[in-house]
C-alpha cells in the first residue's frame, strides 16, 4: 500500500513545485531607486562597459595626464599660459557597445574642471559652431565667418577602449578592458603621455535556475 | 483505512484531473501559430512589402508567439525592419535577441522538467548556433548602413566572440555538439568593414582568416570555397599594410592588386543579397507499441529544405555588372550541423519518451492503488489518459528563425562617384528573370564603399 502511493506523493510534491517555479517565473514589477551620479550602486548588471567605468577611467586618466612634466614644460615655454586642447572623441575600438560620446563627455568635463589647460570644441561639434557662424554671416552679423580669433590646439588628446575577453564555456567570462589615451603637440606631432587604464571583470553566470 | 486513503486520493485526483494534466497540455501548446504567422507573411515578403509583414508581427505577437518564443520574434522581426530600412529598430530587435540568448545561457531545471514530461517547446528559444551568430551580420550591416563604421565593427567583433565561445564551450563537452565554429562569411564582412576604417593590418588578419575558414571548413563541410575575389582582398590588403613580399604570396591565389587603382578613382558598391528561406523544421513522428497497450511516440525535428527558383544573382549599374558570389550557406550550414547534432537529438528524444512513458505507469500504478477494491477502475482511466496526453504532448522543436534567408551572396562592382540606378536581378537557371530589386540614387564616393542589402524569397 506505501508503495503504490508514492507515486502520488511524488505527483503531488511536483505539481507543488511546479506551481511555485511558475510563481517565481511571472512575478514582475518595477522598481525606481534615485541614486547620486558618481555613487556606483546598482554596481555592474552584466559585465559590460558601464557609467561607473566610464567615470573611473576619465578621473584617473586625466588626473595622471595633468600631474606629468609636459605640463609645466608648457607652461615655461610660453610664460605660464594655458595650453590649449582639442579633444577628439574616444574610438571604441572593443566588442562592448560603449556610448563613446558619454565617454568622452567624461573626459572633457575631467579636463575642464581641472582649470590647468583651455578646451577647444571637438571636431564634431566644430559643424555647430561653423553652422553658426554661416547664420551670423546670413545676418551681417560681426562674427561672420571671421575665425581670426579661434584658437589654435597646442596639442590633440586621443584615445580608444580595446577589450580582451575570455570564457570557459561554463558561464564564466572574464571581460579585460584597456583604455589608451595620448596627447600629441600639434606643432611636432611628438607625444608627449600616453596614459593606460585597465579593467578587469569576472562575469559568473549560473548554468541552471530552478 | 478506507477513509484515510480517500481522503489521500482526493487532492491528488483533483490536482492531476483539473491541474497538472491540462497544465501539461497547455505548457506543451502547439507551435502551429508562429508556424502560421510565417505563412501569412510570406505572401507580403515575396512581394518585398517586408514594413508591412513587419506590422503584422508586431500586432499578431502576443497571439503568434509565447514569452518562452522571443527570441525567435526579435529574430523573425529584426529581420523584416532590416529590409523594410528601418535600421535602428531592427538593430534594437536583435539586440534584444542577443541580451535574451545570453540569459538563457542560464537553463532552467522547472522547465527542462516539464519538457521532459511534454516537449521541448516547452523551453525558452535560445536559437541554434548560426542564428546566434548570423544576428551579427544585420546588427553590423544595418551600422554600417547607417554611417557609424565604428559601431559595424564592434558588431563584428561580437560575432568572432560568440563563435569563440560556442567554440569553447563544445570542446569542453568533447566537440561533438557542432561543426559550425568558424563563419567564413563574417571574417570577411569584418575584414572589409576594418578596410574602410583604415585598419589594412587588421583587415588582413580578417582577410586571412576567412580565407582559411572557406578553403578548411566551408570548402570541406559546406561545399562552398572561397569567392574569387577574397585573393584580391589579401593582395590589396597585404600592400596597404606595407608586406608586399606576402601580397607576392597571395598573387598565387589568383589577387593582382588592381584594385587599389581602382579604388582611387573610383567606389565600390557591395550588394549583399539575401536568397531564398532557411529550412524549416518539422515533425518526424517515431511510434512503437510499448508493454500494457501503451502507444510510445517520439517525435524528432526534421530539416525540410525550401526550394528556392533562385540560381544566380546579378547586379547591373548602368554600364557595369557583377555577379554575385555565394558566402554564406546558410540552410547547408543549418542542414549539416543538424545531422552532426542528430544522434544528440534522437537521445533527447528517447529519453523523453521513456520519461514520459514512466510517468503514465505511475499514474496508473497510482490509480489502481486508490481504486482498490472499490470496483471502479480508475488507475486504467488515469493510465489511459496519461497515455493520451503523452502523444498529444509529443511535438519536436520546430522553432526556428524562419524570415533568416536560405543563403547570401554578394556582388562587388566599382562604380565612378556620383549617384546610381542599380538594378538587383535574380535568376532561374536558365536566366530567366524571377524577381528584380531597383536601387534608386545609390551614392557613391571615391575610395570609399557604399553598402546595399536586397532580398528576394522567390
Not at chain 2, 503584422?56 to 497571439?63: A, G, N
Request: charged fraction near 25%; aromatic fraction near 8%; proline fraction near 3%.
Amino acid at each position: 500500500m506505501e508503495l503504490s502511493r508514492r507515486p502520488m506523493r511524488l505527483a503531488l510534491v511536483f505539481a507543488c513545485l511546479w506551481m511555485l517555479g511558475g510563481c517565481v517565473a511571472y512575478t514582475t514589477g518595477t522598481t525606481v531607486t534615485r541614486t547620486d551620479p558618481n555613487d556606483t550602486a546598482g554596481g555592474d548588471l552584466s559585465g559590460e562597459w558601464n557609467d561607473i567605468d566610464a567615470n573611473l577611467v576619465a578621473e584617473e586618466m586625466i588626473r595622471d595626464c595633468l600631474t606629468r612634466p609636459w605640463l609645466e614644460d608648457f607652461k615655461a615655454r610660453n610664460m605660464g599660459r594655458k595650453p590649449v586642447i582639442r579633444f577628439h572623441a574616444i574610438k571604441n575600438r572593443s566588442s562592448d557597445r560603449i556610448d563613446t560620446k558619454f565617454f568622452s563627455k567624461q573626459v572633457e568635463r575631467e579636463l575642464l574642471n581641472s582649470g590647468q589647460v583651455e578646451i577647444l570644441a571637438a571636431m564634431d561639434e566644430m559643424d555647430d559652431v561653423f553652422n553658426e557662424q554661416e547664420l551670423e554671416a546670413s545676418k551681417g552679423g560681426d562674427a561672420a565667418g571671421d575665425y581670426s580669433e579661434e584658437l589654435d590646439a597646442d596639442y590633440i588628446l586621443t584615445g580608444w577602449v580595446v577589450t580582451q575577453n575570455e570564457t570557459d564555456g561554463y558561464g564564466r567570462t572574464v571581460k579585460a578592458y584597456l583604455v589608451t589615451m595620448e596627447l600629441i603637440e600639434t606643432k611636432t606631432t611628438r607625444k608627449v603621455w600616453m596614459g593606460e587604464k585597465r579593467i578587469r571583470k569576472v562575469v559568473d553566470q549560473a548554468a541552471y535556475t530552478w | 483505512m478506507d477513509g484515510h486513503r480517500t481522503s489521500a486520493a482526493g487532492p491528488g485526483r483533483s490536482l492531476f484531473g483539473f491541474v497538472l494534466l491540462p497544465g501539461l497540455i497547455v505548457l506543451a501548446g502547439c507551435q502551429h501559430g508562429m508556424m502560421g504567422a510565417y505563412q501569412q507573411i510570406r505572401p507580403t515578403m515575396a512581394a518585398g512589402r517586408y514594413d508591412e509583414a513587419a506590422r503584422f508581427l508586431t500586432d499578431q505577437k502576443d497571439d503568434l508567439y509565447h514569452k518562452r518564443d522571443r527570441v525567435m520574434f526579435w529574430l523573425d522581426r529584426g529581420t523584416l525592419l532590416h529590409y523594410a530600412g528601418d535600421l535602428e529598430a531592427s538593430t534594437r530587435d536583435f539586440i534584444a535577441a542577443e541580451k535574451a540568448i545570453d540569459a538563457l545561457f542560464t537553463k532552467s531545471v522547472s522547465r527542462g522538467v516539464a519538457a521532459m514530461l511534454t516537449n521541448p517547446g516547452v523551453t525558452e528559444y535560445e536559437g541554434e548556433d548560426y542564428e546566434k551568430v548570423l544576428l551579427y551580420f544585420y546588427t553590423a550591416l544595418n551600422a554600417v548602413m547607417s554611417g557609424d563604421l565604428e559601431a559595424a565593427l564592434v558588431e563584428a567583433r561580437r560575432a568572432q566572440e560568440r563563435l569563440h565561445a560556442l567554440e569553447v564551450y563544445y570542446t569542453q563537452e568533447g566537440g561533438i555538439g557542432t561543426i559550425y565554429t568558424r563563419d567564413a562569411f563574417l571574417y570577411w564582412l569584418a575584414g572589409v568593414l576594418l578596410e574602410e576604417e583604415g585598419s589594412h593590418n587588421d583587415a588582413l588578419v580578417a582577410f586571412r582568416r576567412a580565407w582559411e575558414a572557406y578553403d578548411q571548413d566551408y570548402a570541406r563541410l559546406f561545399g562552398v570555397g572561397p569567392p574569387p575575389f577574397l585573393a584580391e582582398d589579401l593582395v590589396r590588403s597585404a600592400l596597404r599594410a606595407g608586406l608586399p613580399d606576402l601580397a607576392d604570396e597571395f598573387r598565387t591565389l589568383g589577387g593582382t592588386g588592381d584594385s587599389i587603382q581602382a579604388f582611387q578613382s573610383n567606389g565600390e558598391l557591395v550588394v549583399i543579397a539575401g536568397v531564398g528561406e532557411s529550412p524549416l523544421k518539422y515533425d518526424y513522428f517515431i511510434t512503437a507499441q510499448a508493454p500494457g497497450g501503451y502507444i510510445v511516440r517520439v517525435a524528432l525535428p526534421a530539416l525540410q529544405v525550401v526550394p528556392s527558383g533562385i540560381q544566380h544573382v546579378r547586379v547591373l549599374a548602368e554600364r557595369s555588372t557583377a555577379d554575385a558570389w555565394l558566402l554564406e550557406p546558410v540552410q547547408t550550414i543549418a542542414v549539416e550541423n543538424y545531422a552532426h547534432r542528430l544522434p544528440r537529438i534522437t537521445a533527447m528524444a528517447t529519453a523523453r519518451a521513456l520519461a514520459k512513458f514512466a510517468a503514465a505507469r505511475g499514474i496508473e500504478a497510482a490509480g489502481n492503488a486508490m481504486s482498490d477494491g472499490d470496483g471502479v477502475p480508475i488507475g486504467d482511466v488515469l493510465g489511459g489518459i496519461a497515455n493520451v496526453v503523452n502523444l498529444i504532448t509529443e511535438e519536436a522543436d520546430k522553432r526556428t528563425w524562419r524570415t533568416l534567408p536560405a543563403e547570401f551572396r554578394v556582388a562587388r562592382l566599382w562604380l565612378p562617384e556620383g549617384t546610381h540606378h542599380v538594378e538587383v536581378v535574380f535568376e532561374n537557371a536558365l536566366g530567366g528573370v524571377v524577381d528584380r530589386v531597383v536601387l534608386e540614387n545609390v551614392p557613391i564616393h571615391a575610395g570609399q564603399r557604399t553598402f546595399r542589402s536586397v532580398r528576394s524569397i522567390k
